[in-house]
């Protein structure tokens, strides 16, 4: 798919650097539900990142899943800078760099899901620990947007300033080499 404005929003971004999008953070999730499935994921967390994992805990008690609330269900990694690009990279790879339109919301931002670790390139198969899925949030962002999350003088992004999706679909399109699909493709099974 082709996006519109492409060629504009590229000479924007040469003319004016502070309007160029970057990746402020990569957030990578795995939900279990608790007990020792939650001790392999975050060991598969680390070995992916290279960063210990907080663990989330339940907001709500719901007896049919067997969850209390307060008790840890989930484990996240959040991935910044060098190492947050070259992760998505790689987790891109893994969904043969196809994404679609619906993964974006109004800000900007994408996420998409990994049905198994295993898919990402250079990871092996361990027993002890079996296979895991996982989420991955992105959030983009132009340079300035520190105004909305600051202390002292915290102020709103002005409207002409804030990131549009299909900005940040060229962005992605152009940094990572992403093919941006309206539906997914259809499969052919050969039996």
């Keep these: 798919m082709s996006i519109e404005n492409e060629e504009v929003f590229i000479e924007d971004w040469k003319a004016?650097?502070?309007?160029?999008?970057?990746i402020a953070k990569v957030v990578v999730d795995v939900c279990t539900g608790g007990g020792e499935p939650l001790?392999?994921?975050?060991?598969?967390?680390?070995?992916?990142?290279?960063?210990?994992?907080t663990q989330s805990k339940a907001r709500q008690t719901i007896r049919d899943f067997?969850?209390?609330?307060?008790?840890?269900?989930?484990?996240r990694v959040t991935l910044r800078h060098k190492k947050a690009e070259e992760f998505l990279a790689r987790a891109l790879k893994a969904?043969?760099?196809?994404?679609?339109?619906?993964?974006w919301d109004l800000d900007g931002n994408f996420a998409f899901?990994?049905?198994?670790?295993?898919?990402?390139?250079?990871?092996?198969?361990?027993?002890?620990?079996g296979i895991q899925g996982m989420n991955i949030t992105v959030c983009i962002e132009r340079p300035g947007f520190r105004v909305k999350r600051?202390?002292?003088?915290?102020?709103?992004?002005?409207?002409?300033?804030?990131?549009?999706?299909?900005?940040?679909?060229?962005?992605?399109?152009?940094?990572?080499g992403v093919e941006i699909l309206e539906k997914e493709r259809e499969r052919t099974y050969l039996f």
């Design 113 to 129: 899901g990994i049905a198994e670790h295993i898919d990402i390139p250079d990871v092996k198969y361990d027993p002890q620990l």
């Design 16 to 22: 004016y650097p502070m309007r160029e999008p970057h």
């Design 66 to 75: 067997g969850i209390r609330r307060r008790e840890p269900i989930a484990v």
């Design 150 to 176: 600051r202390r002292k003088g915290r102020t709103k992004v002005p409207y002409r300033h804030r990131l549009t999706p299909e900005e940040s679909m060229v962005f992605v399109k152009n940094k990572f």
């Design 39 to 53: 001790t392999r994921a975050a060991t598969i967390l680390e070995d992916l990142t290279g960063q210990t994992p």
């Design 95 to 103: 969904k043969d760099s196809v994404l679609l339109i619906k993964n």
